[in-house]
């Protein structure tokens, strides 16, 4: 069964760093998202994005991030000047339609120090 | 946005035993997901269902779209089942609204 790919699985980064988490979204979705999971806490959304651009963004997604897709097959969210409160499992999804079911990556563990 | 409730929160079970997890949500969705989230904190996917009934193996749900709610069961569980059960609904294809989750523990 395809797979949403994401990596690292764990970061460990000093707090004002810049981290970039990667996916690999199912090869022939059009749809991508990152969600995000503070420990002990409900997922939520970060981001959607389709047609190389952003759709929909959430109060979360500040300027302290940005969504890239800079080839046929990674998307990645980028966070600068990272904070303590930034630390949580980022997850990546991908869709083939709007409308259809979401397959979500294994997620990355970002802690920051 | 969508408010999604779960119930219960909390949920231990000897193995074997049946359970059923529901989840509310306050607007009309035309995507509903169940998902399990393990001890490593993998998102699995469960079911994709915003409407009717499936079933895969030990594991069924139902969502009845009209009285905004869906249910999970889980028959004969397993050690294996532990974690929580997330369920996620949208009504633009854009951004999912998570409930706040089932934590299940089945203890043998």
């Known amino acids: 069964e395809p797979e949403v790919t994401q990596t690292p699985s764990h970061q460990v980064t000093q707090m004002g760093q810049e981290v970039i988490l990667r996916c690999v979204p199912i090869?022939?979705?059009?749809?991508f998202y990152w969600y995000r999971q503070i420990l002990g806490q409900k997922v939520e959304f970060l981001v959607s994005?389709?047609?190389?651009?952003?759709?929909?963004k959430s109060e979360i997604f500040d300027d302290q991030f940005s969504v890239e897709r800079p080839d046929g097959s990674n998307f990645t969210l980028k966070i600068r000047s990272t904070k303590l409160e930034d630390s949580a499992m980022y997850f990546c999804?991908?869709?083939?339609?709007?409308?259809?079911?979401?397959?979500f990556g294994s997620g990355t563990r970002l802690t920051v120090v | 946005g969508i408010q999604v409730e779960q119930s219960p929160p909390d949920l231990i079970l000897q193995e074997g035993a049946n359970s059923t997890l529901r989840c509310n949500f306050s607007?009309?969705?035309?995507?509903l997901q169940w998902f399990h989230q393990n001890p490593w904190g993998q998102l699995i996917n469960l079911f994709y269902?915003?409407?009717g009934t499936k079933q895969n193996g030990r594991l069924s749900a139902t969502t009845v779209a009209t009285e905004r709610y869906s249910l999970l069961y889980i028959s004969s569980s397993q050690t294996t089942d532990s974690g929580v059960y997330f369920c996620?609904?949208?009504?633009?294809?854009?951004?999912?609204?998570f409930g706040t989750g089932t934590s299940l523990t089945v203890i043998p």
């Open positions: 607007d009309s969705v035309n995507n």
């Open positions: 994005f389709y047609n190389n651009e952003i759709s929909e």
């Open positions: 090869s022939n979705h059009l749809y």
């Open positions: 996620a609904v949208t009504n633009t294809g854009n951004q999912f609204y």
């Open positions: 999804a991908s869709s083939g339609a709007r409308d259809y079911g979401y397959t």
């Open positions: 269902i915003p409407s």
